[in-house]
């Protein structure tokens, strides 16, 4: 079965830091892009991060440029964001997502279940 | 940025319905556009790819249709289980974007 497990949410005061992992079970990793895809409490759904299969290209939304970091390990099947400098508008869940591409973010079609970040004092 | 504007925000309906939601590009997009369901506590499900390819697994009722600026996502006659929040979304550039949401509510 194809799955995709968010962990690594928490509540941080504002300017700490997080990592979330999203491990991937059921397919080639490697041969897919990967995306963070957020939704604030009760809004809309906002692209976050994308790396392709590879990890060599990164794309980063321009709300978390210079604070997040998207990384992958192959050999580990598991995707990263680390977020940096957190800001009480980065209070979300967490979705990580498959693309149904290697080389490019085309469509998400397998969605993980979420983790939640609340940032707060 | 291209901003993808969806319309109405809401719509109530009836099973048995034809439903039929908008998105609109700020720029041309061709057909990089993605249609997504989401229901309550739930990750979002890919829909429509490519504007108007039908993700496996999905019933034909679901359609989408468009290019350019201008895309449609239609339930031929929806049922109870489709009563939902549905996003658009382009692939066409980064960062890529959403629609606000469409919420198809009971009438």
């Known amino acids: 079965e194809v799955q995709l497990l968010a962990s690594g949410g928490g509540l941080v005061q504002p300017g700490g830091s997080l990592r979330l992992s999203c491990a991937a079970s059921g397919f080639t990793f490697r041969n897919y892009a990967m995306s963070w895809v957020r939704q604030a409490p009760g809004k809309g759904l906002e692209w976050v991060s994308g790396t392709t299969g590879g990890g060599t290209r990164t794309y980063y939304a321009d709300s978390v440029k210079g604070r997040f970091t998207i990384s992958r390990d192959n050999s580990k099947n598991t995707l990263y964001l680390q977020m940096n400098s957190l800001r009480a508008e980065d209070t979300a869940l967490y979705y990580c997502?498959?693309?149904?591409?290697?080389?490019?973010?085309?469509?998400?079609?397998?969605w993980g279940q979420g983790t939640m970040v609340t940032v707060s004092s | 940025d291209i901003q993808m504007t969806q319309s109405p925000p809401s719509l109530s309906a009836s099973v048995g319905d034809r439903v039929t939601i908008t998105c609109r590009a700020s720029?041309?997009?061709?057909?990089?556009l993605n249609w997504y369901q989401q229901k309550p506590g739930r990750a979002p499900k890919l829909l429509i790819y490519?504007?108007?390819s039908l993700q496996s697994g999905v019933p034909s009722r679901f359609s989408g249709s468009g290019s350019g600026t201008d895309f449609t996502l239609t339930i031929s006659s929806l049922q109870p289980e489709d009563f939902a929040t549905y996003y658009c979304q382009q692939s066409y550039s980064t960062p890529r974007t959403f629609g606000q949401g469409t919420k198809v509510e009971v009438e």
């Open positions: 997502a498959k693309d149904v591409e290697e080389a490019a973010l085309m469509a998400f079609d397998i």
């Open positions: 490519a504007a108007s």
């Open positions: 720029q041309t997009i061709n057909t990089f």
